[in-house]
């Protein structure tokens, strides 16, 4: 039973309990319509005995032959009555309604004249003699009800009615049922049968299309769904089902997704230090290469005084370049370090790009700014500080003396433009990749690390604050939207 599917599994624990509640319906019927229908007869009994007592009460002497032989031939009883020491006898099978006293069997009080007609049982004498009449008497066997009344009709008389009925019905009713059971119960079995399929079909189908759909899902079909067309128990588990995979198709996107940012974030790692590696020993190989040949005294690089501050100078680059290595490494690729909170961007701007007013003053270069007082944005105050130097510092640098740089704060956006040659769209696209300088107007001897706004896109991209880099009619526009 165990191993056997759920269909035939349903069939069979339906049509036994439909099987047992057939038998032990036709059990209940065989054992208690005898006992309901004797008590309802005996019930019904009573009732048409104490009806005939008050008839007899109310009626004249001439009216009694009528309404004993009306209630025998209509209540199917068997009625004798001592009326003032007549006795009448009147039963359904031998007396029609409204016979006259003539065809009904009637004795005086001579005991000799009607001793033939007189029944042996003891109780019947009561008829001949009045002053052994009982006041009321019932009696009930397996074969009949009997019921005894005494009462005075109109005329101040005592009389004596009993009534007799037979049980007789109740076991030919027996031996029907008896006769029709095997009938019944085959009936009944087919009818079974027939709901017991039926009802397993009904309960069964949807959770057989539940379980095809669920072994498309273990496949990962994303077309697969489970059909809701109830909305109880098994409606309520497709729609779960429906739920969970959904679910678990956005948790395995999700995944996907991940796993492709990692291998980014793997691969952006191995490039980096890759080109970091080929950035720091060029100034490395070159220091060592000069230092060597200084001690050594070979040629020009006798003159310590000329060569000694070029190692200076390429050992500040090289410490330029691994502050900004270590820069990008706190940046722990792509992951947040600092968490956003409500920041006055005017004041942080200011403090940002005092130290490179000096410079653009020193170097001729004109500066305007436009700061809006009072707005403030959601922003990682240390590492959005960090942007708007780079970004201004990369303005100055570029700039020629002469030209101008405009930085205007907006409510929502900050716009830094710088006059100079628009940079074409092959170097626009990979401005802002570690340690890339374009050729034609920054390199190792006039510009910085490379790695400035490399900086400035990965820290906007983890806090994911839109930026453009973009040329206009003057120069280059990088736009801030916060």
Avoid at 79 to 93: F, R
Avoid at 122 to 143: A, G, I, L, Q, V
Avoid at 390 to 398: G, I, M, P, R, T
Avoid at 452 to 461: A, E, K, R, T
Wanted: glycine fraction near 4%; hydrophobic fraction near 40%; charge should be neutral.
């Amino acid at each position: 039973m165990k191993k056997m599917k759920l269909f035939p599994k349903t069939f069979l624990y339906v049509m036994g309990l439909m099987v047992l509640i057939t038998l032990i319906g036709h059990v209940l019927i065989y054992v208690l319509m005898p006992i309901f229908y004797t008590n309802q007869k005996e019930k019904d009994f009573k009732d048409i005995n104490s009806q005939l007592v008050k008839q007899l009460k109310k009626i004249s002497t001439e009216e009694v032959q009528y309404t004993i032989g009306d209630f025998a031939q209509e209540k199917s009883i068997q009625v004798y009555l001592n009326y003032d020491g007549v006795i009448l006898e009147a039963n359904s099978s031998n007396l029609g309604p409204k016979q006259s006293i003539a065809g009904m069997k009637i004795e005086t009080e001579n005991k000799s004249s009607i001793s033939s007609n007189v029944p042996s049982d003891s109780n019947d004498m009561n008829f001949y003699e009045s002053n052994s009449m009982p006041e009321n008497h019932f009696d009930k066997t397996n074969d009949f009800l009997e019921m005894g009344s005494k009462f005075t009709n109109q005329y101040g008389q005592e009389c004596y009615v009993k009534t007799t009925e037979t049980l007789q019905p109740v076991n030919e009713a027996k031996s029907i049922v008896i006769m029709v059971l095997p009938f019944s119960l085959l009936i009944c079995l087919v009818f079974s049968t027939l709901f017991a399929l039926l009802y397993s079909r009904k309960i069964t189908k949807p959770l057989e299309r539940i379980s095809y759909t669920t072994g498309k899902m273990k496949q990962l079909d994303k077309m697969a769904i489970c059909e809701v067309n109830t909305k109880d128990e098994i409606g309520i588990l497709a729609e779960n089902v429906n739920s969970l995979y959904e679910s678990l198709q956005t948790t395995i996107d999700n995944l996907q997704r991940e796993n492709e940012h990692v291998s980014r974030v793997e691969q952006s790692k191995v490039d980096f230090m890759r080109a970091a590696s080929h950035e720091l020993k060029t100034p490395v190989t070159a220091v060592n290469f000069m230092l060597d040949n200084m001690i050594i005294g070979v040629g020009k690089f006798k003159d310590h005084e000329t060569y000694l501050p070029k190692c200076k100078e390429l050992v500040e680059k090289l410490s330029d370049m691994v502050c900004g290595v270590l820069d990008a490494s706190k940046l722990s690729f792509y992951e947040k370090d600092e968490s956003a909170q409500d920041t006055q961007i005017a004041d942080m701007v200011r403090k940002s790009i005092e130290p490179y007013l000096l410079i653009a003053k020193a170097k001729g270069v004109v500066v305007n700014i436009e700061l809006s007082k009072g707005i403030i944005a959601k922003v990682p105050p240390e590492s959005f500080a960090k942007v708007i130097s780079n970004v201004f510092s990369n303005a100055v640098n570029y700039t020629l003396p002469g030209e101008r740089i405009r930085l205007v704060l907006g409510e929502k956006s900050i716009l830094i433009e710088n006059e100079c040659t628009p940079l074409p769209a092959e170097y626009l696209e990979r401005i802002f990749e570690p340690f890339y300088r374009p050729d034609f107007s920054r390199n190792r001897h006039t510009g910085g690390s490379g790695l400035g706004l490399y900086l400035v896109s990965q820290i906007l991209s983890v806090y994911q604050i839109s930026y453009s880099f973009l040329p206009y009619e003057k120069g280059m526009r990088f736009t801030i939207i916060f």
